[in-house]
């Protein structure tokens, strides 16, 4: 089916099963430990030896010798993979370093071996045995240092590199009001709940992992292209996901080591990637330096706006695009953004949720409070005052397909009791505590995936769905099914749906915030399709029949599903391809981050009160999980504000504090009351759903507006990442909080 035009009055309309409230059908298995993880598939591979990854000690260079004799020698050793005896392998075009290191080094903790072993102690022990002759080389680890020596990345997800509209410079230096500084944001790591993790078996020439990966289609073609293989001879099998925020959206080290120990000895191989492995093995949320210009009139109504961004990855990675949000978000017929890309010889850096908008509306929101403040403009009214209806660089000929934010703003505003902010710093006190609000615009573009399903009733009238596409803990399941039941007119009970198998239909799979409403428009293509079978069965025209309670209806006539589809049951399987519409009209999530912080007058620690958000995101399928993803996303926007840094030993290439004891990521005794307000809104030119993505806009700009909020409560502008206790009370650009 093709979506090419706008949607009109469908199925999806009636709101009986879609739009409401459903508790997560994967609920019960999952609180009960018999949804099958990864790691756990002892009933489809029994008897898997285990693997244990041996990391470079280096972050770059060369390998001079193995010597592997001890470890050999170990008890219950069965074999070690290493690049000497793993055959010619390739590299997936979505991975940036190899998965299997030597004899060249191209960061640390890149995994240069693995020790197969009869249990997880023993191949453990001997991976402590492997010894490692290396030849070290001078690396780039410093952002700050290499900044002058970025360039223009190539062309990605975010667009082009650099942008242009008017002219910036002129408009600036006449502007009556200015705003010129910088902000930083550190590297960042997903610290999802379930690690990297694989188990593979080969059957012949045929391999099957079972693997915690975000996109089923994506994995089975970077195998393939790893292994040199045909990608017809790989099954990846992934039905449940602990977590992922874009860390699993490609295949790791983990998936291609167990295939390669599964082969060198002969049986199932299981490996995890040891928790203080991930941040420096996998992927991170690459640091940024940004700049922003912005001018003005004394009203605050913008002119001119230039937003800058460093960042840094190895050799032939890409850029965080942290100003692309900057490019739709605000008016100004003058404007620049540009991305500069410096080669760092760390671990890959690549997408973390919200890749892009969750770093830049750290600063964009922080530098529109400051001009709020310039301008002597209440923070909510600057933001109405400079909303725009179009695409500010294409202007009014691309339109917004649809645009709530101003709506956010004030009924967020509203709700939150932004009426009864002081709008001095440093005036509120609460005994011992400081207490301030902020606001930050939430903006996070919305995209859409060419996605397939198929579907099908049995004589009982229970209908099933199978697409590849994958639940990371978001609630697939249950919206899927709903998507199922609505269409065919069943109760959400008469649903089953199977995920995450590349033996299914090709999903858009989990990411960029286009899952949910990309891969139930693909349901909703196949149930047409199916609809259109049942109808013709019936006698009935596609087009005039209603599907509801079970049947197949035509004025007084009637027909069971079950009775249509026979003994052997009815399926019909299609996908959702779309057509230009991003194109002609500009398509985005917007909302409104409200944040109330106290921090203490003498140890200047910052403490979450209340936090509120308003959204709109197109047609919201399950109301229930929509809150619970935008709720976690706003965590994490805390702890982006707060306390997330990967630090860099910048002598030696690596991130310090590589595990849970000294990365710190928010806890539930951090976060306090959550209100979550959805506008309505239904996007007709996004898809037939008239949905729109929803898991990532509520960590857009969240961190921004605890910043707003410090700043509000001490009179202290950090623009620093994270806002720790030191920056607070070392400050020079404020007064001191004691």
Not at 426 to 454: C, E, H, I, P, Y
């Given at each position: 089916?093709?979506?090419?035009?706008?949607?009109?009055?469908?199925?999806?309309?009636?709101?009986?099963?879609v739009?409401?409230?459903?508790?997560r059908?994967?609920?019960p298995?999952k609180?009960?430990?018999?949804?099958?993880?990864?790691?756990?598939?002892?009933?489809?591979?029994?008897?898997?030896?285990?693997?244990?990854?041996?990391?470079?000690?280096?972050?770059?260079?060369?390998?001079?010798?193995?010597d592997?004799?001890?470890?050999?020698?170990?008890?219950?050793?069965?074999?070690?993979?290493?690049?000497?005896?793993?055959?010619?392998?390739?590299?997936?075009?979505?991975?940036?370093?190899?998965?299997?290191?030597?004899?060249?080094?191209?960061?640390?903790?890149?995994?240069?071996?693995?020790?197969?072993?009869?249990?997880l102690?023993?191949?453990?022990?001997?991976?402590?045995?492997?010894?490692?002759?290396?030849?070290?080389?001078?690396?780039?680890?410093?952002?700050?240092?290499?900044?002058?020596?970025?360039?223009?990345?190539?062309?990605?997800?975010?667009?082009?590199?650099?942008?242009?509209?008017?002219?910036?410079?002129?408009?600036?230096?006449?502007?009556?009001?200015?705003?010129?500084?910088?902000?930083?944001?550190?590297?960042?790591?997903?610290?999802?709940?379930?690690?990297?993790?694989?188990i593979?078996?080969?059957?012949?020439?045929?391999l099957?992992?079972?693997?915690?990966?975000?996109?089923?289609?994506?994995?089975?073609?970077?195998?393939?292209?790893t292994l040199?293989?045909?990608?017809?001879?790989?099954?990846?099998v992934?039905?449940?996901?602990?977590g992922?925020?874009?860390?699993?959206?490609?295949?790791?080290?983990?998936?291609?080591?167990?295939?390669?120990g599964s082969?060198?000895?002969?049986?199932?191989?299981?490996?995890?990637?040891?928790?203080?492995q991930?941040?420096?093995?996998?992927?991170h949320?690459?640091?940024?330096?940004?700049?922003?210009?912005?001018?003005?009139?004394?009203?605050?109504?913008?002119?001119?706006?230039?937003?800058?961004?460093?960042?840094?990855?190895?050799?032939?990675?890409?850029?965080?695009?942290?100003?692309?949000?900057?490019?739709?978000?605000?008016?100004?017929?003058?404007?620049?953004?540009?991305?500069?890309?410096?080669?760092?010889?760390?671990?890959?850096?690549?997408?973390?949720?919200?890749?892009?908008e969750?770093?830049?509306?750290?600063?964009?929101?922080?530098?529109?409070?400051e001009?709020?403040?310039?301008?002597?403009?209440?923070?909510?009214?600057?933001?109405?005052?400079?909303?725009?209806?179009?695409?500010?660089?294409?202007?009014?000929?691309?339109?917004?397909?649809?645009?709530?934010?101003?709506?956010?703003?004030?009924?967020?505003?509203?709700?939150f009791?932004?009426?009864?902010?002081?709008?001095?710093?440093?005036?509120?006190?609460?005994?011992?505590?400081?207490?301030?609000?902020?606001?930050?615009?939430?903006?996070?573009?919305?995209?859409?995936?060419?996605?397939?399903?198929?579907i099908?009733?049995?004589?009982?009238?229970h209908?099933?769905?199978?697409?590849?596409?994958?639940?990371?803990?978001?609630?697939?399941?249950?919206?899927?099914?709903?998507?199922?039941?609505?269409?065919?007119?069943?109760?959400?009970?008469?649903?089953?749906?199977?995920?995450?198998?590349?033996?299914?239909?090709?999903?858009a799979?989990?990411?960029?915030?286009?899952?949910?409403?990309s891969?139930?428009?693909?349901?909703?293509?196949?149930?047409?399709?199916?609809r259109?079978?049942?109808?013709?069965?019936?006698?009935?025209?596609?087009?005039?029949?209603?599907?509801?309670?079970?049947?197949?209806?035509?004025?007084?006539?009637?027909?069971?599903?079950?009775?249509?589809?026979?003994?052997?049951?009815?399926?019909?399987?299609?996908?959702?391809?779309?057509?230009?519409?991003?194109k002609?009209?500009?398509?985005?999530?917007?909302?409104?981050?409200?944040?109330?912080?106290?921090?203490?007058?003498?140890?200047?620690e910052v403490?979450?009160?209340?936090?509120?958000?308003?959204?709109?995101?197109?047609?919201?399928?399950?109301p229930?999980?929509?809150r619970?993803?935008?709720?976690?996303?706003?965590?994490?926007?805390?702890?982006?504000?707060?306390?997330?840094?990967?630090?860099?030993?910048?002598?030696?290439?690596?991130?310090?504090?590589?595990?849970?004891?000294?990365?710190?990521?928010?806890?539930h005794?951090?976060?306090?009351?959550?209100?979550?307000?959805?506008?309505?809104?239904?996007?007709?030119?996004?898809?037939?759903?008239?949905?729109?993505?929803?898991?990532?806009?509520?960590?857009?700009g969240?961190?921004?507006?605890?910043?707003?909020?410090?700043?509000?409560?001490?009179?202290?502008?950090?623009?620093?990442y994270?806002?720790?206790?030191?920056?607070?009370?070392?400050?020079?650009?404020?007064?001191?909080?004691?």
């Open positions: 089916m093709k979506f090419d035009t706008p949607a009109t009055t469908n199925p999806i309309d009636r709101g009986r099963v739009g409401v409230a459903h508790d059908i994967d609920g298995a609180v009960t430990g018999t949804a099958p993880y990864a790691y756990e598939r002892h009933d489809a591979a029994p008897n898997a030896a285990y693997g244990w990854i041996v990391g470079s000690a280096i972050a770059k260079g060369r390998i001079g010798a193995m592997l004799r001890a470890a050999e020698a170990a008890p219950g050793v069965l074999g070690i993979v290493t690049h000497q005896n793993a055959g010619p392998l390739g590299k997936g075009n979505f991975n940036t370093a190899h998965l299997l290191g030597g004899p060249q080094i191209e960061h640390y903790e890149q995994a240069v071996a693995l020790v197969i072993a009869d249990t102690e023993n191949a453990r022990d001997a991976a402590r045995l492997v010894r490692i002759d290396y030849a070290p080389e001078q690396g780039r680890f410093d952002l700050a240092a290499e900044r002058d020596k970025g360039v223009p990345p190539p062309p990605g997800f975010g667009g082009p590199a650099d942008t242009r509209a008017g002219d910036f410079e002129a408009g600036f230096a006449k502007a009556a009001v200015k705003i010129d500084q910088s902000y930083t944001t550190p590297d960042q790591s997903h610290a999802m709940m379930e690690p990297h993790a694989t593979a078996a080969w059957n012949g020439d045929k099957t992992l079972w693997t915690s990966n975000q996109m089923i289609a994506w994995g089975v073609g970077e195998m393939a292209k040199k293989i045909p990608p017809e001879n790989i099954r990846l992934s039905p449940y996901i602990g992922g925020f874009g860390a699993k959206l490609w295949v790791r080290a983990d998936a291609l080591l167990a295939a390669l082969r060198l000895v002969g049986r199932p191989v299981k490996v995890a990637i040891a928790r203080p991930i941040p420096n093995n996998t992927v949320r690459p640091a940024t330096i940004q700049r922003i210009r912005i001018g003005a009139d004394k009203r605050g109504v913008i002119d001119a706006i230039a937003h800058e961004v460093w960042s840094g990855d190895l050799p032939g990675g890409g850029a965080e695009t942290a100003a692309q949000q900057t490019r739709l978000l605000y008016r100004g017929p003058n404007r620049l953004t540009t991305h500069r890309l410096s080669t760092l010889d760390l671990p890959e850096g690549n997408a973390m949720r919200a890749p892009g969750a770093v830049g509306l750290l600063a964009l929101e922080v530098a529109m409070d001009l709020a403040e310039a301008c002597g403009v209440d923070p909510v009214e600057l933001r109405i005052r400079n909303d725009v209806q179009y695409d500010p660089e294409a202007g009014p000929q691309r339109p917004f397909s649809s645009r709530k934010l101003v709506e956010c703003l004030r009924e967020g505003a509203a709700r009791g932004w009426n009864r902010r002081n709008p001095k710093p440093g005036q509120v006190r609460d005994g011992r505590w400081l207490v301030g609000m902020g606001v930050a615009t939430a903006f996070r573009n919305n995209l859409v995936a060419k996605s397939g399903a198929r099908g009733v049995d004589a009982m009238g209908v099933t769905v199978e697409t590849d596409m994958t639940d990371i803990g978001t609630g697939s399941y249950t919206i899927i099914a709903q998507t199922a039941a609505e269409m065919l007119g069943v109760p959400l009970e008469a649903v089953s749906v199977r995920l995450g198998d590349s033996r299914f239909p090709v999903s799979g989990s990411g960029g915030q286009w899952g949910a409403n891969s139930t428009a693909g349901v909703y293509a196949a149930a047409m399709a199916l259109a079978k049942l109808a013709e069965k019936a006698g009935f025209p596609a087009d005039k029949a209603l599907f509801e309670d079970g049947l197949v209806r035509l004025g007084n006539q009637s027909q069971p599903l079950g009775t249509l589809a026979g003994r052997e049951g009815l399926w019909a399987e299609d996908s959702m391809d779309y057509g230009d519409l991003d002609r009209y500009a398509q985005a999530t917007f909302g409104a981050h409200f944040c109330e912080v106290g921090v203490d007058i003498d140890t200047a403490r979450i009160r209340r936090m509120g958000g308003a959204f709109a995101a197109g047609r919201i399928l399950n229930k999980s929509a619970s993803q935008v709720i976690g996303a706003m965590t994490m926007g805390v702890g982006a504000a707060l306390m997330e840094e990967l630090s860099v030993d910048t002598r030696f290439g690596f991130f310090v504090n590589h595990d849970m004891a000294e990365y710190l990521v928010p806890v005794a951090d976060i306090p009351h959550q209100d979550v307000l959805f506008i309505d809104e239904l996007d007709d030119k996004s898809s037939p759903m008239k949905a729109k993505g929803v898991g990532e806009l509520g960590i857009c969240a961190g921004a507006a605890v910043a707003n909020a410090i700043y509000n409560a001490t009179g202290v502008r950090l623009r620093d994270p806002l720790t206790i030191d920056k607070i009370l070392g400050s020079s650009t404020g007064k001191r909080v004691a």
